[in-house]
């Protein structure tokens, strides 16, 4: 929804139903009788799903000022507690995942590079999918990019740095931290630009 001729207001949604995946399932079997072990081998396709993927809905919303600023925020939820793996529920819980995040620039116009750069920061958080005797993990996480751009002003070499933190909910569980580095290139060049007269 265009506010004015510079503000912009997105809004989104996405849905995917929970999908069945079919495929080859190996059985092995080993019988021991006295000192002689007995291995058997069975073979076959299956017609029933292996393993499902879950339910995903999704909503978002993003609000921008052209060559300003952007903010956003999402949230996801998948529904892998009611996902079945080879017709039964296994251990999985449903995972919730909330994500902010935004971008600044100080002057997109200005010849000074510094004022040109593209700030960007975000903070998410989410429960896992994964359950371990009952006790699940939580996961939280910080970013911080920048975007600067090259001579051309339309092409961008993005830095990021991300930090996450993934805490169990049982002591005798792995706590997990870590921190993960980026760099993209952001190729934006007149050439990709199809003209109506050559």
């Known amino acids: 929804h265009k506010i004015d001729q510079n503000k912009t207001l997105v809004l989104g949604a996405i849905y995917s139903p929970k999908t069945k995946v079919t495929g080859n399932l190996k059985k092995w079997e080993q019988r021991v009788s006295g000192s002689t072990s007995i291995e058997s081998y069975d073979y076959y396709t299956t017609k029933d799903s292996v393993f499902e993927m879950p339910e ?8 921008s000022k052209k060559n300003k600023y952007t903010i956003g925020a999402d949230i996801q939820y998948q529904g892998w507690g009611d996902a079945k793996f080879f017709n039964k529920k296994d251990s999985l819980s449903n995972s919730l995942k909330i994500n902010l995040g935004g971008e600044f620039i100080p002057d997109a116009t200005s010849n000074n590079g510094l004022k040109r750069i ?34 051309d002003r339309r092409s961008f070499i993005n830095l990021s740095f991300d ?36």
């Open 118 to 151: 593209r700030y960007r920061a975000g903070a998410y958080y989410s429960d896992s999918y994964v359950n371990v005797k009952g006790n699940g993990y939580k996961e939280y996480g910080v970013t911080l990019g920048f975007g600067f751009p090259v001579y």
């Open 56 to 63: 995903t809905i999704g909503l978002g919303i993003s609000f």
């Open 163 to 198: 930090y996450t933190a993934i805490r169990p909910e049982a002591s005798w569980m792995v706590d997990e931290q870590y921190l993960k580095l980026t760099v993209s290139y952001t190729f934006n060049e007149l050439w990709f630009f199809k003209r109506k007269i050559q």
